[in-house]
């Protein structure tokens, strides 16, 4: 059964395998038009509490059983691909080329999942503690059993994918999990809730809560004793008062997984193919620039600076941009117009403070045109932080050196690039800007399904995502020796 997109629709949350109707609901309306594409429930205690009792400790499935169900939801998604990608497109305004690559995405990632789930149950996880002529008795035996309950809260701006990286490893690795999306993008995991379901998935495998404000309900899902792993991707401040919720409730020693903001900086040396470079710098603009890997600063060495920009500039000035339903749009609208204005006053205060405006800096509603600015300096804000939108910001520098030195002053370390000729350089950056992960002549966003995912500082605490590693985090390890 398709979301009712209708004024009409009963509101409602996924629990227990079924829709639980709520006695109050919230619309959610495209970010371009301001259309309705749906409506949902409000949760309240009765629903948070009924949540977390249905699913702590209840998924008992076989891995074999596990992945076929994943499996299944992949063979979904692949068939039904378009009308996945039209409600991204409808909830979170991405543009329907970038939502049909995020379904794609997701499909990978349920087909990743359900590998690793047979692979896991298949696996020696004693064979890693035996050491060569080291004697055997008595014999070690190494169990590994999933997370009673856990719990994770995903953002907007991935409204189908960054929920499938959080519910695939669970159901792989047979952990119960309660997700609250965000309430400005919902509607993709409910439908995931429903696709599972109808793949096989037990009820209470996967139980979703939306509401706004959200800050209640995050504050319960968290702060529940049976609670054994929170896994959270948002912003730096919300992942930090997260962690302040756990800490007081009890919950310091509860595993945390946040996968937190970025300040993704690309470096273009002097013997850089530039065509290539400006091709990879277009990466600020995907998803609108709403993604935590989006390239934020553009670190351009002196002798090439000018034609890279003029390069650049012509690519940026052929994008399309505006309605994110039009098969031809590149750019489509941020979350709602207030982060449009809020984008709009930043790239002012840089274009006030010495930058050069050379394409862009327009906005219509909650699309800001996609924008690049020259001539930036390093303390100015929209470089300093975040800005999350479409926006190209370059920063000239005389040498890898100053490159450094620039972004280590930053204390995000989610990821970040280098497009040179030079893979002495690029191995020397990346060792001394230690970002989470890095691409030689490639957008910082790169990543696949499976590989470790995840940033330092103040991108976060160490912790991996992606499938391989979130399926090992949802697991404890017991030992039991036979004497």
Wanted: with cysteine.
């Amino acid at each position: 059964m398709l979301i009712d997109t209708s004024r009409k629709a009963e509101p409602f949350v996924w629990i227990g395998g079924r829709r639980m109707r709520t006695a109050e609901g919230f619309e959610v309306r495209n970010p371009y038009s301001g259309e309705v594409a749906g409506r949902v429930g409000q949760a309240t205690e009765h629903e948070v509490c009924a949540a977390l009792d249905g699913a702590a400790g209840r998924l008992a499935l076989p891995p074999d059983e596990r992945a076929a169900v994943l499996d299944r939801a992949a063979r979904h998604y692949d068939e039904n691909a378009e009308s996945a990608a039209r409600l991204i497109t409808a909830e979170a305004g991405i543009c329907l080329k970038q939502a049909r690559h995020e379904v794609w995405r997701a499909v990978s990632a349920l087909l990743a999942a359900a590998h690793e789930a047979r692979r896991m149950a298949a696996m020696d996880w004693a064979a890693p503690y035996h050491i060569p002529g080291q004697a055997r008795a008595p014999e070690l035996h190494v169990v590994p059993e999933p997370v009673a309950l856990a719990v994770a809260i995903t953002p907007f701006n991935h409204p189908l994918n960054q929920v499938v990286h959080k519910v695939a490893p669970a159901v792989a690795a047979g952990a119960p999990l309660v997700i609250k999306p965000s309430d400005q993008a919902p509607l993709s995991a409910l439908r995931l809730a429903e696709v599972l379901g109808e793949c096989g998935l037990p009820p209470h495998g996967l139980n979703v809560v939306c509401g706004r404000p959200a800050a209640p309900l995050v504050q319960a899902l968290v702060s529940d004793s049976r609670v054994e792993l929170v896994s959270f991707t948002g912003s730096v401040a919300v992942g930090r008062a997260i962690a302040r919720v756990m800490a007081a409730n009890g919950a310091e020693l509860v595993r945390y997984v946040p996968e937190l903001g970025g300040n993704a900086a690309l470096a273009v040396l002097a013997d850089a193919d530039l065509d290539q470079a400006a091709r990879v710098a277009l990466g600020a603009f995907d998803n609108a620039g709403q993604r935590c890997t989006a390239i934020n600063r553009i670190l351009v060495q002196e002798p090439v600076a000018d034609a890279f920009v003029a390069r650049l500039t012509e690519l940026t000035a052929g994008l399309r941009f505006g309605d994110p339903f039009d098969a031809q749009t590149d750019v489509g609208p941020v979350i709602n117009e207030a982060s449009a204005i809020r984008i709009e006053h930043v790239i002012q205060g840089a274009v006030r403070e010495g930058a050069h405006l050379c394409v862009g800096g327009i906005r219509e509603g909650s699309v800001i045109a996609p924008t690049v600015l020259d001539r930036v300096a390093p303390e100015m804000e929209i470089v300093r932080r975040e800005t999350f939108g479409p926006v190209a910001p370059v920063i000239r520098v005389r040498s890898l050196d100053d490159c450094v030195r620039i972004v280590t002053a930053d204390n995000h370390r989610l990821s970040g690039a280098i497009v040179t000729a030079s893979e002495e350089a690029a191995r020397a950056y990346a060792a001394a800007i230690r970002v989470g992960q890095f691409s030689w002549n490639g957008p910082p966003g790169y990543r696949t399904e499976s590989a470790p995912f995840g940033g330092f500082g103040d991108s976060g605490n160490g912790e991996k995502e992606g499938v391989v590693d979130a399926t090992r985090a949802l697991l404890r390890l017991r030992t039991f020796y036979r004497h």
